[in-house]
């Protein structure tokens, strides 16, 4: 396992740092855009399309919060089957929690602006629902509803078994059916059979994605789990204003059921369906 971790090429500062500042500008200027009010759905697209292409098929999107994840925990389970390496691979350890810890912290101030705009594989979701489903109040009739208890259960019986299947037996499952690496594709046309399993568990989340509202991140995604459970406490959310006339049109069009007034927004992708609907201009990402 050892030198699996030593191996891997996202541990290259020449990979990782180009990855990261994609990732820091890309939340940088969706962070203003939805101070200002200026994330309007042609807006959007343009921004999703950026992530998909510049950190997604351009840089291969490493360094993304699931490849950090699971490799704390190979590291932990490194550490807790092989103690006389644990000291030498305590740096890596470092690393890998340091960015997982600046994805989290960043839920907590801003809510789920990564998942919204900066992870390719979000991106490719969101694009993906945005020109199938539109932004009428109808929803669209294919659209599948995810029962939000089921959605909840599966995603931490998910999370759950990948910790323990990691820790205990090191079993990286987020490595086998990690989508992300369907990115590299251009990396690795010579080579499909690598990224095969990933290759084709992009493709079902693809067409998924027309069905079913961000299937990835509602269902699968271990750092989806973190965010639903820490962005519920973001400083700045989509929250109502004084204008509000109770019509519940943003209800109406929300694909996560997440518009109604005392939402924590624990699930909002921040798409602005809601705002996009909104007839008195009365849905602002603010603080309370």
């Known amino acids: 396992m050892v ?23 890309l939340f940088a200027i969706a962070v203003i855009l939805l101070f200002k009010d200026k994330m309007n759905k042609k807006v959007s697209i343009v921004i999703l399309l950026a992530s998909i292409i510049v950190p997604g098929f351009i840089l291969g999107s490493g360094a993304h919060p699931v490849f950090a994840f699971q490799q704390v925990l190979l590291i932990m389970s490194n550490a807790v089957h092989n103690p006389n390496t644990a000291l030498m691979i305590l740096p890596t350890m470092i690393v890998f929690l340091v960015i997982l810890m600046v994805f989290t ?26 020109l199938i489903i539109g932004k009428k109040v109808k929803k669209h009739k294919y659209v599948i509803e995810i029962p939000e208890k089921f959605a909840n259960y599966f995603r931490l019986c998910i999370f759950i078994g990948s910790i323990v299947l990691t820790l205990i037996w090191s079993f990286a499952l987020f490595s086998i059916i990690n989508p992300f690496n369907a990115f590299t594709i251009s990396t690795n046309i010579l080579n499909l059979q690598v990224i095969l399993i990933p290759i084709i568990l992009f493709i079902i989340i693809l067409v ?81």
């Open 208 to 288: 998924s994605s027309v069905f079913v509202y961000r299937p990835w991140c509602r269902l699968l995604c271990p750092f989806g789990t973190i965010a639903w459970l820490t962005s519920r406490f973001s400083i700045f959310k989509l929250r109502r204003t004084d204008k509000c006339i109770q019509c519940k049109a943003c209800e109406k069009v929300c694909p996560t059921g997440e518009a109604f007034e005392d939402s924590k927004k624990s699930e909002c992708y921040q798409c602005m369906r809601c705002v996009d609907i909104c007839p008195s201009d009365a849905i602002k990402y603010k603080k309370k």
């Open 105 to 130: 912290v960043s839920t907590l101030i801003f809510g789920r602006t990564f998942c919204s705009y900066v992870c390719p594989l979000g991106s490719v979701q969101e694009l993906t629902s945005k």
């Open 3 to 25: 030198s699996m971790l030593a191996n891997s090429p996202f541990l290259n500062p020449q990979m990782m740092i180009p990855i990261l500042i994609s990732y820091v500008i």
